[in-house]
């Protein structure tokens, strides 16, 4: 089926009689008859529900309803999108190893590699989204687990080739993990290109109602781990904590979910609420909607701030100027790919702030890819320790501004920047 029924569907197959929507299991525990029965679930031998930090019905629906939407075999939700950054590599790296990644990232990657990864021993090379393959190359080790970028990158919005990536991947052995939060399985299925493993946070467009935190990893199955065995141990040789059991053996396509809930939830915990879930999953079932919306909008928006007297360079893949637009027609359903639209004023960083405070319907948030549209300033907010010399480096100029277009009328939000401008400019 397409995606906008899947998106309304998945996950949920009610029974005569039983509820419509999917239910909010808001229980911690199951009730068992006998002892017996728990244990084969501890044992991993029978499918079923014990603890909801492990599995939850409602948790598992809407899981069910992401993977179907990206085309993947499994899925587990996570309390946060960094969390699904984090579990999809720990899954597949402990100390000692090393992953490449494209260096266009979100704030939040990009500490999470920098900083945390290396203090557990996994090392991590950043390399340039559009070097060479003989470039890109250059950066793999012997130690190398896995290749990770994201589709439209926050918040630079670089389109990730995501064919070139791959065959990086595969040519070394290793999966690529792709982070599709910004185009949304509605505009770009990143399996569908090579990609092994996608991760979302999906407090962005898939919630996209500035709702609840959470996260997303989803496996394609394509990944041959028993073809690379002596890479990745923790799924092709015995798991003593769990009786022996070899993930890929007993699990086959579903051996990297079922390794991220079996050891990774019970060691590590990071599991939504079931409540959240439901939420997210209400919210999905109207995400082709407002991803054609926030992309219509976002397109009209980028156009005029083109032809605007005091905007001097606007960013956004749908706009045949754009750098991305070639990647963007080949790899997204609407060249725009999502909401997000970077763009430079004429003038200092203090009229770009005098800028952001005239705003009237577009509030100023530390968030995107959400209903309302919102508007951040890096260089006065997120990243204001840094010298004008280090913004630039970073590839935040002092003038820099994101906007993140809603699903309110396109008229309405360009008069709200027409004023504002008109009031510094
Ligand atoms: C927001 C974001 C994350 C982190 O997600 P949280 O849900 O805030 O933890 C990861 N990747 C991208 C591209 C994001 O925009």
């Known amino acids: 089926m397409n995606i906008d029924t899947r998106c309304v569907h998945a996950g949920w197959e009610p029974e005569d009689g039983g509820p419509r929507q999917i239910p909010i299991y808001q229980n911690t525990t199951w009730y068992f008859d006998s002892t017996e029965h728990m244990a084969k679930l501890f044992d991993l031998e029978e499918a079923g529900y014990f603890y909801t930090r492990l599995a939850n019905p409602t948790n598992d629906a809407v899981a069910a309803r992401i993977a179907a939407l990206e085309g993947g075999v499994a899925a587990v939700l996570t309390s946060s999108g960094q969390a699904a950054s984090f579990f999809s590599i720990f899954n597949i790296c402990s100390e000692g190893d090393h992953l490449v990644t494209s260096s266009a990232l979100y704030g939040g990657t990009y500490n999470l590699f920098a900083i945390t990864l290396p203090k557990m021993g996994i090392e991590v090379s950043f390399v340039d989204p559009d070097a060479t393959g003989e470039q890109l190359r250059e950066a793999i080790r012997p130690n190398t687990k896995c290749v990770f970028a994201e589709t439209v990158s926050n918040p630079a919005l670089n389109v990730l080739d995501i064919e070139k990536f791959a065959t990086l991947a595969h040519d070394a052995g290793v999966p690529l993990i792709v982070d599709n939060t910004f185009p949304t399985p509605v505009n770009c299925r990143p399996f569908e290109w090579g990609a092994d493993i996608v991760i979302h946070s999906t407090t962005k467009y898939l919630d996209g109602h500035g709702t609840v935190v959470g996260g997303a990893i989803v496996d394609s199955g394509n990944f041959d781990w028993d073809a690379h065995a002596e890479a990745f141990p923790g799924l092709t040789t015995p798991d003593d904590s769990y009786h022996g059991v070899t993930y890929t053996e007993r699990f086959g396509k579903g051996a990297y979910i079922t390794k991220i809930v079996a050891q990774l939830m019970r060691d590590l915990g990071s599991i939504p609420s079931p409540n959240n879930s439901f939420i997210l999953g209400v919210n999905i079932e109207s995400l082709p909607l407002r991803m054609a919306k926030h992309v219509d909008n976002a397109q009209k928006i980028a156009e005029w701030l083109e032809k605007r007297d005091g905007v001097a360079i606007v960013r956004y893949p749908g706009l045949p100027s754009d750098p991305y637009h070639a990647l963007a027609k080949k790899y997204l359903d609407a060249d725009g790919g999502c909401g997000v639209i970077a763009f430079d004023l004429k003038g200092s960083a203090e009229q770009a702030t005098t800028f952001l405070d005239a705003l009237k319907v577009i509030s100023i948030a530390t968030h995107v890819a959400?209903?309302?549209?919102?508007?951040?300033?890096?260089?006065?907010?997120?990243?204001?320790?840094?010298?004008?010399?280090?913004?630039?480096?970073?590839?935040?100029?002092?003038?820099?501004?994101?906007?993140?277009?809603?699903?309110?009328?396109?008229?309405?939000?360009?008069?709200?920047?027409?004023?504002a401008l008109s009031s510094v400019l």
């Open 370 to 419: 959400d209903a309302r549209s919102c508007v951040l300033h890096p260089a006065s907010s997120t990243h204001r320790q840094l010298t004008d010399e280090q913004l630039v480096s970073a590839g935040v100029t002092p003038t820099l501004i994101r906007l993140s277009v809603g699903i309110e009328d396109a008229d309405d939000l360009i008069a709200d920047l027409d004023q």
